[in-house]
C-alpha cells in the first residue's frame, strides 16, 4: 500500500502517502539476501532474523511525502517530503506487510502535529497550518511509535543507544522521563490519566506516566498463533485495562493488575492481531 497513516485535527486531515509511480512495485534483491526458498519464506514471516534488512534496492524510485489537506474541501494547504521513507523499512519483499507501528508515527493535536524527522528518527513538533518544524526533541532518535496524552509525548524508541519507553514535553522539547525495555511488543502502549500499560511479550507492565515509576506487573497469557509485526491490543476504559489478542480478551484491574475475567475467542485471518473494543 502506498497509504501509511492518516490524522485528523483542527479542521485538517494529515497522512504520509507515496507520491511515486502506482502499480505493483518490484524490487532487486541486493547480494546478501537469502537464495534458498525456505529460507526465504522463514525470513518472510519473521521467523529468520540473519538477513538483516527487508531488503532490495526499487528499481521505481518512492516518494514518501507529508500531506496537509482541509478537512471538508481537500484542497492541498502544503506538504513536505519524508527523509529516509522506503520499502527497505516499511515492508517486506512481498510487499504485504507494512509495520504495524507505521499507525503510531503520526500524531495531530490542537495546533500541532507530531511525527519525526525520517523515519525511527528523532520526535519533531511541526505547525500543523504551515508544516515548519518547531523543534526537535533531543535523546528521542529512534522513535518508532508516538501518543500524545494530556499535553505529554509518550514515545516507544529503539535505537542502538536506548530501547524502552520516552515521556516528552512538546513545548519545552525536554524528556521527563525513561524507561528501559527490549522486548517492547509493537503497539501495545496505551495511556490514560496516570496510568501508562504496554506489553513485553512476557507481561503486562503499568507505569506512572508521571514519573515512570513501574506501578505493577502481570503474567501475560500464552498467544494461540503467530503473530506478524505487532502485539495484543490494549485498552484502558475506566478503572479496567482490556486486552485483546489471539488467547481472548483479557480485563485487568487498573490500580492493581488483577485479573477481574477473561473470555477465549476463536482467532481468525492470518497472521493477524485482534481488533477490540471497549463501547
Not at 86 to 104: A, I
Not at 113 to 121: A, E, H, I, N, V
Not at 223 to 230: A, D, H, K, L, V
Given at each position: 500500500s502506498s497509504f501509511a497513516v492518516m490524522v485528523s485535527a483542527g479542521g485538517r486531515n494529515f497522512y504520509i502517502f507515496d507520491e511515486s509511480v502506482p502499480g505493483v512495485i518490484r524490487y532487486k534483491p541486493t547480494a546478501d539476501a537469502p537464495k534458498d526458498k525456505d529460507k526465504v519464506q522463514a525470513w518472510v514471516m519473521g521467523q529468520d532474523r540473519s538477513y538483516p534488512a527487508l531488503h532490495g534496492n526499487s528499481v521505481i524510485p518512492e516518494k514518501w511525502t507529508l500531506f496537509a489537506r482541509d478537512a471538508f474541501s481537500g484542497v492541498l494547504l502544503w506538504k513536505r517530503p519524508l527523509k529516509d521513507w522506503d520499502f527497505r523499512h516499511t515492508r517486506t519483499l512481498k510487499l504485504r506487510y507494512v509495520s504495524s507501528s507505521v499507525q503510531r508515527a503520526l500524531v495531530?493535536?490542537?495546533?500541532?502535529?507530531?511525527?519525526?524527522?525520517?523515519?525511527?528518527?528523532?520526535?519533531?513538533?511541526?505547525?500543523?497550518?504551515?508544516?515548519?518544524?518547531?523543534?526537535?526533541?533531543?535523546?528521542?532518535?529512534?522513535?518508532?511509535?508516538?501518543?500524545?496524552?494530556?499535553?505529554?509525548?509518550?514515545?516507544?524508541?529503539?535505537?542502538?543507544?536506548?530501547?524502552?519507553?520516552?515521556?516528552?514535553?512538546?513545548?519545552?522539547?525536554?524528556?521527563?522521563?525513561?524507561?528501559?525495555?527490549?522486548e517492547y511488543n509493537p503497539v501495545s502502549m496505551a495511556v490514560s490519566g496516570e496510568h501508562l500499560v504496554y506489553n513485553n511479550r512476557k507481561q503486562f507492565i503499568c507505569l506512572s506516566a508521571k514519573d515512570g515509576r513501574e506501578l505493577w506487573k502481570k503474567d501475560s497469557p500464552k498467544e494461540r498463533r503467530f503473530i506478524y509485526n505487532g502485539g495484543p491490543t490494549v485498552i484502558i476504559a475506566d478503572n479496567r485495562v482490556v486486552v485483546g489478542s489471539s488467547f481472548g480478551v483479557l480485563a485487568l484491574n487498573k490500580q492493581t493488575g488483577e485479573t477481574e475475567w477473561t473470555r477465549k475467542i476463536s482467532p481468525k485471518g492470518a497472521l493477524k492481531d485482534v481488533d477490540t473494543f471497549v463501547i
Amino acid at each position: 500500500s502506498s497509504f501509511a497513516v492518516m490524522v485528523s485535527a483542527g479542521g485538517r486531515n494529515f497522512y504520509i502517502f507515496d507520491e511515486s509511480v502506482p502499480g505493483v512495485i518490484r524490487y532487486k534483491p541486493t547480494a546478501d539476501a537469502p537464495k534458498d526458498k525456505d529460507k526465504v519464506q522463514a525470513w518472510v514471516m519473521g521467523q529468520d532474523r540473519s538477513y538483516p534488512a527487508l531488503h532490495g534496492n526499487s528499481v521505481i524510485p518512492e516518494k514518501w511525502t507529508l500531506f496537509a489537506r482541509d478537512a471538508f474541501s481537500g484542497v492541498l494547504l502544503w506538504k513536505r517530503p519524508l527523509k529516509d521513507w522506503d520499502f527497505r523499512h516499511t515492508r517486506t519483499l512481498k510487499l504485504r506487510y507494512v509495520s504495524s507501528s507505521v499507525q503510531r508515527a503520526l500524531v495531530a493535536g490542537g495546533d500541532y502535529l507530531f511525527t519525526t524527522d525520517r523515519y525511527r528518527g528523532s520526535a519533531t513538533v511541526l505547525d500543523a497550518s504551515s508544516g515548519k518544524v518547531l523543534r526537535t526533541i533531543k535523546g528521542t532518535d529512534g522513535t518508532d511509535e508516538i501518543i500524545l496524552a494530556d499535553g505529554t509525548l509518550y514515545l516507544r524508541v529503539r535505537s542502538d543507544a536506548f530501547s524502552g519507553i520516552v515521556a516528552a514535553d512538546p513545548e519545552k522539547g525536554k524528556i521527563l522521563w525513561k524507561h528501559k525495555e527490549k522486548e517492547y511488543n509493537p503497539v501495545s502502549m496505551a495511556v490514560s490519566g496516570e496510568h501508562l500499560v504496554y506489553n513485553n511479550r512476557k507481561q503486562f507492565i503499568c507505569l506512572s506516566a508521571k514519573d515512570g515509576r513501574e506501578l505493577w506487573k502481570k503474567d501475560s497469557p500464552k498467544e494461540r498463533r503467530f503473530i506478524y509485526n505487532g502485539g495484543p491490543t490494549v485498552i484502558i476504559a475506566d478503572n479496567r485495562v482490556v486486552v485483546g489478542s489471539s488467547f481472548g480478551v483479557l480485563a485487568l484491574n487498573k490500580q492493581t493488575g488483577e485479573t477481574e475475567w477473561t473470555r477465549k475467542i476463536s482467532p481468525k485471518g492470518a497472521l493477524k492481531d485482534v481488533d477490540t473494543f471497549v463501547i
